[in-house]
């Protein structure tokens, strides 16, 4: 089916905005867990990679900010001159700091404006409506930072042109990533 697609970037998106578990980075330990304090004991257990928790900081992925987002992009120059990469084409080299620049974009800035075109062009499709919650509720439950203008774009599209879905009824709101 996806590579099927007429558009893979929209089908990318709705893959990735589905599962919450998604991402680039390779995290030590045991996964995803979700913990819970009873009241008398705090409880962890492993977290279904559909499920977001808004309180985990494991879904999808966020951008390094501040000094960080400028020494990511420095280490990708630094790493491709290394004498391990010596023997690659520039071209080669080229995609391997590319890929590296992506990685320093959090998935609803990756994403979010694929989904936001594809609605656009698209809105007769039935699965834009969930897509574009889903995007809403990106923007809500993984990173703090997300851009706001992504969040509203999918909001006002859905409320738009979807105003008596199930999925607009879901999403009350739209996300400026300002805490």
């Known amino acids: ?15 990735i905005f589905d599962y919450p578990a998604i991402s680039p980075w390779m995290l030590p ?15 962890t257990r492993p977290m279904p990679d559909y499920v ?7 879904n999808w992925w966020c951008t390094a900010y501040g000094p960080h ?26 995609n391997i700091r590319k890929v590296t620049d992506a990685l320093a974009t959090a998935a609803t800035t990756a994403f979010g404006p694929h989904v936001i075109r594809y609605a656009r062009e698209n809105p007769g499709d039935p699965r ?5 919650h889903r995007l809403v509720f990106a923007t809500r439950h993984a990173c703090y930072t997300a851009p706001g ?13 979807f105003p008596d879905s199930d999925w607009a009824k879901k999403t009350p709101y739209w996300y400026d990533g300002q805490i």
């Open 29 to 43: 330990g045991i996964g995803r867990i979700q913990s819970r304090y009873d009241g008398t004991r705090l409880e």
């Open 1 to 15: 089916m996806f590579e099927e697609s007429p558009d893979k970037r929209f089908e990318a998106a709705r893959i």
């Open 149 to 161: 203008d992504i969040s509203r774009a999918a909001f006002v599209l859905l409320h738009k042109h």
């Open 52 to 58: 977001a928790d808004g309180w985990s900081g494991y």
């Open 128 to 132: 834009v409506p969930r897509t574009l």
């Open 69 to 94: 987002a400028d020494d990511a992009r420095r280490r990708a120059d630094d790493t491709t001159r290394g004498a391990r990469f010596a023997h690659y084409s520039e071209d080669d080299l080229e």
